[in-house]
């Protein structure tokens, strides 16, 4: 990995912590957009490294507590969130968006915070051998909150947030370069 890799893997991961890491609701999160729009600008397994990392590091510092033995579930959960981004990139013929588009990643943010909790709670199940069912049913106010919350949060940000990192980047050009040297 060269240093302007490094780098940005550093930023990313520095500001998906601390946002993690900023007091707010439970499940109101912003580090699922960042690994999937990390994932999409930069290719499937920078955004997956950038999601195991990130809950790695807030598995130790989380105001919610320390991880423990369901951090392995939260950093799959969240490594899947940014190698989809790589994915749902490729499957786009055309880089002008549309609001049907931004239904499309509303759509896939729901499923994969869906898909995410329900990761985490089989880890939670598992690890304290509580039916599976019974954890879903006491989580499920949180679910709600947390697909709801990306869900609509992907809607508003995702693809302003595209533009914007392709202008502060320098260009899209430059976006495939670092992203094909990392596949």
Partial sequence: MNSKKTALLSVLTALCVGIQLTPRPPNVEFTSLF????????????????????MFINGFLSPW????LNMP????????IGFA???YRKTLHSERFSL???FEVAVIAASLTLLYDLITN?????LFQINFIAVLIMGAWFMVIHVGWNTFLFFISFFPLV???KKVWG???ELWVLKEDWQ
């Fill in 35 to 54: 690994c999937f729009l990390t994932g999409f600008m930069f290719g499937a397994p920078f955004g997956a490294f950038l999601g195991a990392l990130t």
């Fill in 65 to 68: 507590g320390f991880a423990g």
């Fill in 73 to 80: 579930f939260q950093m799959l959960g969240m490594g899947i």
């Fill in 85 to 87: 981004g790589g994915v």
């Fill in 100 to 102: 049907i588009h931004m």
């Fill in 122 to 126: 089989l880890g939670f199940a598992m």
């Fill in 163 to 165: 533009e914007i990192v």
């Fill in 171 to 173: 260009g899209d050009k």
